[in-house]
């Protein structure tokens, strides 16, 4: 068994045909799934790593192996562990959120709801991934709104979707933003 360090993070395993036939390990049947080859790929992950100096604990282990004339080669490659990201709502209060698209759009659907001089005073306007959103931060709202707003844009999903344009994106107004926007259109 030969053990060469590549990188940082990185060892290389030459095992050649007498180290498979001591540690009976066939490559055909090679897999961790097969509880005696994994102990055996454990074993040598551990002493690989630490005969090369690399650190193990607390981090994501990843092995490949390539056939080699009656052995193989393992690879074994150490990166710190990604955690996953998990988002939590902020403020779990029921919202609505619309996409309208283009600037285009999003100026014309302001310009129609200030016209109506419909009252929602709890609405903000974003920028995400060059779409434009009005959130509106009542469980409901009027349906004048509504009809004006299926007509320039559509509804987004759900909360999680809204968190995502309000944490992400770039907010344009943060408070009456028909009001405040559509004041420069008429």
Do not use: W
């Not at 056939?67 to 193989?72: F, N, S, T």
């Amino acid at each position: 068994m030969t053990v060469d360090r590549l990188s940082d993070n990185r060892v290389l395993i030459v095992l050649c045909t007498k180290d498979m036939e001591d540690y009976r390990l066939d490559y055909k049947t090679l897999s961790l799934n097969d509880i005696h080859c994994r102990k055996i790929l454990m074993r040598i992950m551990q002493l690989a790593c630490i005969k090369s100096g690399i650190e193990t604990k607390g981090k994501s282990v990843k092995l490949e192996t390539l056939y080699l004339e009656g052995g193989c080669y393992i690879l074994i490659t150490v990166d710190e562990k990604h955690r996953t990201r998990t988002y939590k709502i902020k403020n779990p209060r029921e919202c609505r959120c619309y996409s309208l698209g283009n600037g285009t759009n999003f100026l014309n659907a302001i310009e129609q709801l200030y016209r109506q001089n419909v009252c929602c005073n709890k609405n903000r306007a974003y920028v995400y991934n060059d779409k434009y959103y009005l959130i509106f931060d009542y469980p409901s709202i009027p349906r004048r709104l509504r009809i004006v707003l299926s007509e320039f844009g559509k509804k987004v999903g759900n909360k999680a979707d809204a968190a995502r344009v309000k944490e992400n994106g770039r907010e344009l107004c943060s408070s009456n933003a028909i009001a405040q926007i559509g004041q420069y259109l008429v």
